[in-house]
Nanobody
Framework: QVHLVESGGGLVPAGDSLTLSCAASGRTFSNYAMGWFRQAPGKEREFVAAISWGGSSTYYADSVKGRFSISRDNAKNTGYLQMNSLKPEDTAVYYC???????????????????WGQGTQVTVSS
């Protein structure tokens, strides 16, 4: 089992940048693909981005494509979400998630991920 802890959230003005981190422990991080999801108040949790176990493949929601960048450092057991040009509609709790590297389910589906962090709040002011 892998344990995930997010950090790096905060309150920023629109147009600013933030980098979220997801620290993994418990199992070999490179055995897992990783995703980021977010949940705004009153809304369902939604896919943001995902990255394969080695980092060679990345996937993004249309709403963040070109503004957000997902990456990982397996030597540090850490994944990242670089968020640029933030908008008020990016305000949400951001969760990192992990799944076995060999799993072939949809990258953007919540049910494809078996491990979740506790979330970190990102608030973008207008």
């Amino acid at each position: 089992q892998v344990h995930l802890v997010e950090s790096g959230g905060g309150l920023v003005p629109a147009g600013d940048s933030l980098t979220l981190s997801c620290a993994a422990s418990g199992r070999t991080f490179s055995n897992y693909a990783m995703g980021w999801f977010r949940q705004a108040p009153g809304k369902e949790r939604e896919f943001v981005a995902a990255i394969s176990w080695g980092g060679s493949s990345t996937y993004y929601a249309d709403s963040v494509k070109g503004r957000f960048s997902i990456s990982r450092d397996n030597a540090k057991n850490t994944g990242y979400l670089q968020m640029n040009s933030l908008k008020p509609e990016d305000t949400a709790v951001y969760y990192c998630a992990a799944r076995w590297a060999s799993y072939l389910g949809s990258w953007n589906s919540l049910v494809s991920y078996g491990y979740w962090g506790q979330g970190t709040q990102v608030t973008v002011s207008s």
